[in-house]
Every structure is written in C-alpha cells, then in structure tokens.
C-alpha cells in the first residue's frame, strides 16, 4: 500500500513505539491522526509531523468515534497502527494467599483487548466507506501484542492474557475483514527501551538486555515502526502476528 495522502490513525501515538510508527509514515506522506490521553505530547507531536491530533481514550466508544470521524476529514482512513496500551503486575493469589483484584485484572484487560477492539472496528468502518486503491486494498490494521501473550511471567497475568488475547483477535479480525479488502496484522514485541521500561534504573535494563540472545540490547522503537511500515507496504502479509524480539523466550520470573 502507498500512503502518500492517505490517513494512518496511531493510538498511543505521542509516544514509543506509537511515536516512531507515526514517524515512519510521516516520512512516506501519510497524514498522521495521533490518538493519545489529554496527559500526552499528542499536540506537540501531530504539529511536528504535520498531523492532527484528538484525546481519546481507546475503551470509550464516544471519543474514539469522534476521533475517527475527525480523521476522516483528513482524507481517506487507510491505516491504524493501534500502539495504546497498559501494564500491570498481578498474581491470582497474592503472596499471603488472598486472591488477587478481580478490578485490576479487568482493567488491563479492558484497556489492552477490549481497547484493541474498539479501535479496530471503528476504524474499520472508517476504511470500509473508502474507494479500493488500485490494487484493490482498502486498509490495514496494526495491532500491538506481546512476547507475554505467549510467555508470560509471574505476576503478569492480566496482561499476559490480554496480549494473548490480541493474539488470537488478529486471524479472525483479517477473516472477518477481508470481504471489506482490509487486512489485520500483529506484532509481538520484546523487551523494547519505551516510556515504560525507562522508569527502571539503569542496571536493571541492563540485566534485562542480557536476556536477548542475538542482539544483546533492548528493542529500539523505530524498530517496531520499521515493522509496521513494511506491513503497510506488503499487502501479502495478513493474519499474521509477527514476533520482533531478538529471539527472547521469556523466563518464569
């Protein structure tokens, strides 16, 4: 696909892997709708890339209405690169055997899975309106998981479960989607130097690239953005939830 004028819509866009796919297609001339909290860069980022940018929090159906709507007054939706997301630890039963907050747990998921959905089904509609380009795609939809939906650690098993979740969103989403020509596409990352890994102290990060075997380092965003540029561009790739994690498989703990 040529994003040269079309829309690209990116949650959790002012900021981490959000940022650096904004950035990406930027460069290649999409026009750039950054979906973040009222909290966030958002502003400041979508005026340096050019775009807009709307406060939206992925599980409200009303503000992301209104920010897919007003995306759609940039040109026509091709693109959603969904990048907003929350961590949480959480065990199922805390070290002195109480059973761990059934509210935490539903909040994570609400956030990472229920948000995905949302954002994906109005976005959707907003590409699904659209004229086919001329090899006859409409859009594509980028999702974020986690090496965790596959591996989750102790402790991670609200999100590890709302990762997993995505996972398995990702080939019903490209079936249910594909009569609209628009295709589905995940990434899984691993341990990626984002906002939320750098709240820890510089050794613990240090231990934690150690953990990669090949290369030994943290993931760097435009990685992540690289990614999803190419699965913009390559519309053979559908379905498919794509590991970007130096080859890690996580550890218990």
């Given at each position: 696909m040529d994003v040269q004028g079309a829309v690209a819509i990116v949650t959790g866009g002012a900021s981490g892997l959000g940022l650096a796919s904004a950035k990406r297609l930027a460069a290649k001339g999409a026009k750039v709708m950054i979906v973040d909290l009222e909290t966030s860069n958002g502003a400041a980022v979508a005026k340096e890339l050019g775009g807009q940018f709307a406060v939206a929090d992925v599980t409200d159906e009303a503000t992301m209405q209104a920010a897919v709507a007003q995306a759609e007054t940039m040109g026509p939706v091709r693109v959603l690169v969904h990048c907003a997301g929350r961590g949480g630890a959480l065990r199922i039963l805390e070290r002195d055997g109480t059973p761990g907050s059934l509210a935490h747990f539903e909040n994570i998921i609400r956030v990472n899975l229920t948000?995905?959905?949302n954002a994906v089904r109005l976005a959707a509609a907003a590409m699904a309106k659209?004229?086919?380009m001329e090899d006859g795609e409409r859009g594509v939809c980028i999702l974020t998981a986690s090496v965790a939906g596959y591996e989750g650690q102790i402790g991670q098993i609200p999100y590890a479960s709302s990762?997993?979740?995505v996972i398995g969103f990702t080939i019903c989403a490209a079936r249910d989607l594909a009569s609209k020509s628009i295709r589905v596409c995940t990434i899984a990352p691993g341990i990626f130097d984002t906002p939320m890994l750098q709240?820890?102290?510089d050794p613990i990060?240090?231990?934690?690239?150690q953990t990669v075997p090949n290369p030994h380092r943290l993931g760097n965003p435009d990685e992540y953005g690289k990614l999803a540029m190419q699965i913009v561009e390559n519309g053979y790739?559908?379905?498919e939830t794509i590991r970007l994690?130096?080859?890690i498989r996580m550890a218990p703990r």
């Amino acid at each position: 696909m040529d994003v040269q004028g079309a829309v690209a819509i990116v949650t959790g866009g002012a900021s981490g892997l959000g940022l650096a796919s904004a950035k990406r297609l930027a460069a290649k001339g999409a026009k750039v709708m950054i979906v973040d909290l009222e909290t966030s860069n958002g502003a400041a980022v979508a005026k340096e890339l050019g775009g807009q940018f709307a406060v939206a929090d992925v599980t409200d159906e009303a503000t992301m209405q209104a920010a897919v709507a007003q995306a759609e007054t940039m040109g026509p939706v091709r693109v959603l690169v969904h990048c907003a997301g929350r961590g949480g630890a959480l065990r199922i039963l805390e070290r002195d055997g109480t059973p761990g907050s059934l509210a935490h747990f539903e909040n994570i998921i609400r956030v990472n899975l229920t948000g995905t959905f949302n954002a994906v089904r109005l976005a959707a509609a907003a590409m699904a309106k659209t004229e086919a380009m001329e090899d006859g795609e409409r859009g594509v939809c980028i999702l974020t998981a986690s090496v965790a939906g596959y591996e989750g650690q102790i402790g991670q098993i609200p999100y590890a479960s709302s990762k997993a979740g995505v996972i398995g969103f990702t080939i019903c989403a490209a079936r249910d989607l594909a009569s609209k020509s628009i295709r589905v596409c995940t990434i899984a990352p691993g341990i990626f130097d984002t906002p939320m890994l750098q709240r820890l102290a510089d050794p613990i990060k240090q231990s934690l690239a150690q953990t990669v075997p090949n290369p030994h380092r943290l993931g760097n965003p435009d990685e992540y953005g690289k990614l999803a540029m190419q699965i913009v561009e390559n519309g053979y790739l559908n379905g498919e939830t794509i590991r970007l994690d130096g080859a890690i498989r996580m550890a218990p703990r």
